[in-house]
């Protein structure tokens, strides 16, 4: 099937300063791809909606100056933490569709867990 | 806001069939049902999804009740990989179409 990876799987970082999680479609060219953070014990939150070649479509709440995506080519986006504070530490997660197979189909990359100190 | 219920946790023995139960009873006619499911510290894995007709595949089957306002997944002869957090979503079928997840099922498959 379908892969999505994601860089780096675990980061650790001083408070205030930016960290860059990529998020690769390996075998297939991916339009649109979103972006979840996960809080230990609770469930994916989306954050916003990458799509290739125009601006992220941010979820209610969800800081866009904050969390930088950007969506430059079909096989890459990729999610800014700026100035990031111990509150922000969380499992990000992105996901991919695949245009011209079974709808809803989404692929999950393996996560990327931040800690911020 | 999810618009499914599940129950929190469920066990299962080994090598039995795994049964969870997913409510929507507000799906709306165009909306899809999807399971998926996330193991300790990964990214969710596509499980199977329907709109009517119950579904089966190499994972799992679906069974959708007729009128649509709950299903089942059925995992036929659960191992110990097998738990996982289980979820069940709905959510219209067409590209860009984002997936909004519930707390889901805490599966716990008992040797």
């Known amino acids: 099937g379908a892969v999505v990876s994601q860089h780096p799987s675990r980061v650790i970082c001083k408070s205030g300063t930016s960290v860059k999680i990529e998020c690769r479609s390996l075998d297939f060219q991916a339009t649109t791809m979103f972006w979840y953070r996960q809080f230990p014990k609770k469930s994916l939150m989306l954050m916003a909606t990458s799509n290739e070649g125009s601006k992220a479509t941010y979820e209610q709440g969800v800081e866009k100056d904050k969390f930088l995506i950007n969506h430059a080519s079909l096989t890459l986006s990729t999610l800014t933490v700026t100035s990031a504070h111990p509150e922000d530490s969380s499992f990000y997660i992105c996901s991919a569709e695949t245009p011209g197979t079974k709808s809803g189909e989404l692929f999950f990359g393996e996560g990327s867990r931040l800690t911020v100190l | 806001d999810a618009k499914t219920t599940q129950p929190p946790s469920m066990d299962c023995a080994e090598g039995r069939a795994a049964n969870l139960p997913c409510n929507h009873s507000?799906?709306?006619?165009?909306?899809?049902v999807y399971w998926y499911r996330q193991i300790h510290s990964q990214g969710p894995q596509y499980i199977i999804h329907?709109?009517?007709n119950n579904e089966t595949n190499e994972m799992a089957s679906l069974i959708i009740t007729e009128d649509r306002k709950s299903s089942t997944l059925i995992l036929p002869h659960a191992t110990l990989r097998d738990t996982a957090v289980y979820y069940c979503?709905?959510?219209?079928?067409?590209?860009?179409?984002?997936?909004?997840f519930g707390t889901g099922t805490l599966l716990a498959v008992q040797p």
């Open positions: 979503i709905v959510s219209p079928s067409g590209a860009t179409n984002k997936l909004i």
């Open positions: 507000t799906i709306s006619g165009n909306e899809y």
């Open positions: 329907g709109l009517k």
